[in-house]
């Protein structure tokens, strides 16, 4: 575990209501990333931020929005939840420095109804 | 966007076997990253490769980067229960120093 902290874990919401999921990280790296898992495509981005309220988007985006004000922290909001986003979502963080690798949080497993 | 095709996507195999996995990319790569998730958990890195043709290893785990930049390989040597998980493979293009592509996995189950 490389410092990452996602919360919560597991959240049922309904569809149409916004939600939001908090990264909080303790390594002071630069980079940090949402991904999203599902079954037959891997891990997907959705949105990173490369500092303190610069944020781009991923190859999955539309649907989110992410806001970093904070260099530990990164929220991920699904502005009207949709059961598309059923998902499991990763957080993940990264020196930024050249090539570093990425290291991932434990994930939080959303359930839209 | 990138196509990163990885296989097999699972395999069986018997405690003690050796297990070969790969990926292949549309796209010429400068990093090769190997992960492995276990359930309910995130992935977790298993090897980084930065140079073609470098060759790492990580306990029995080894790696390659490959010539052509374009595939990678992940070989486990006599694997034992603990190897059971998914295990990714990751790439970067040149340039796109904030954004890995993951292939979609391989499933690793391991059979007394």
């Known amino acids: 575990d490389a410092g990452i902290t996602q919360s919560p874990r597991h959240k049922v919401t309904e569809t149409g209501t916004p939600v939001t999921l908090r990264c909080h990280q303790t390594?002071?790296?630069?980079?940090m990333y949402w991904y999203r898992q599902d079954p037959g495509h891997g891990l997907r981005l959705i949105h990173y931020?490369?500092?303190?309220?610069?944020?781009d988007k991923g190859e999955v985006s539309d649907g989110y929005s992410v806001s970093r004000s904070k260099t530990e922290d990164f929220l991920l909001t699904l502005e009207s939840a949709t059961s598309s986003q059923t998902s499991v979502y990763f957080c993940?963080?990264?020196?930024?420095?050249?090539?570093?690798?990425?290291?991932f949080g434990n994930g939080t497993r959303l359930t839209v109804t | 966007g990138q196509q990163l095709n990885q296989s097999p996507q699972s395999m069986f195999i018997q405690e003690g076997e050796d297990v070969s996995m790969n990926c292949t990319s549309s796209?010429?790569?400068?990093?090769w990253l190997w992960y492995k998730q276990d359930p309910g958990e995130g992935p977790v890195l298993l090897i980084a490769?930065?140079?073609?043709?470098e060759l790492t290893s990580n306990g029995r785990l080894t790696a390659q980067f490959g010539i052509t930049r374009k595939d990678s390989f992940l070989n486990i040597s006599a694997s034992i229960p603990s190897d059971v998980g998914i295990y990714f493979c990751?790439?970067?293009?040149?340039?796109?120093?904030?954004?890995?592509?993951f292939g979609t996995g391989t499933r690793l189950q391991v059979t007394l």
């Open positions: 931020s490369y500092g303190v309220k610069d944020t």
């Open positions: 796209s010429i790569f400068n990093t």
């Open positions: 490769l930065y140079k073609a043709g």
């Open positions: 993940a963080i990264s020196a930024g420095q050249g090539n570093s690798p990425l290291h």
């Open positions: 990751a790439g970067r293009v040149p340039g796109t120093a904030s954004k890995l592509t």
């Open positions: 390594e002071n790296h630069r980079y």
